[in-house]
């Protein structure tokens, strides 16, 4: 059963930058996309980007110009790199992958950010 991984998590304040880590347990090559989800306390889970087996990167709106998604394909590794974060940026955030129909979440890490 695949794994997924997240760290790097943790409390900043405005303005300052986090690098989320997805690591999974097999071969990146072997999902139909992987992405990052957030859900903040009272709200539905949410977008925020999406790395496609092929095609364009996507991302939500709100995090456009300030979140990049990457991966390692060597070690099997997802990423989101959060620049200028913002209090309404603060919540849980999830990996997720695509294994062809069937989504694989992770546990989640939290991410808080101070005004």
């Known amino acids: 059963q695949v794994q997924l991984v997240e760290s790097g998590g943790g409390l900043v304040q405005a303005g300052e930058s986090l690098r989320l880590s997805c690591a999974t347990s097999?071969?990146?090559?072997?999902?139909?996309?992987m992405g990052w989800y957030r859900q903040a306390v009272g709200k539905q889970r949410e977008l925020v980007a999406r790395f496609p087996r092929t095609g364009s990167r996507i991302y939500a709106d709100s995090v456009k110009g300030r979140f990049t998604i990457s991966r390692d394909v060597d070690k099997n590794i997802l990423f989101l790199q959060m620049n200028s974060l913002q209090p309404e940026d603060t919540a849980v955030y999830y990996c997720?992958?695509?294994?062809?129909?069937?989504?694989?979440w992770g546990q989640g890490t939290q991410v808080t950010v101070s005004s």
């Open positions: 097999e071969s990146i090559f072997g999902f139909n996309s």
């Open positions: 997720e992958a695509d294994q062809f129909g069937v989504d694989v």
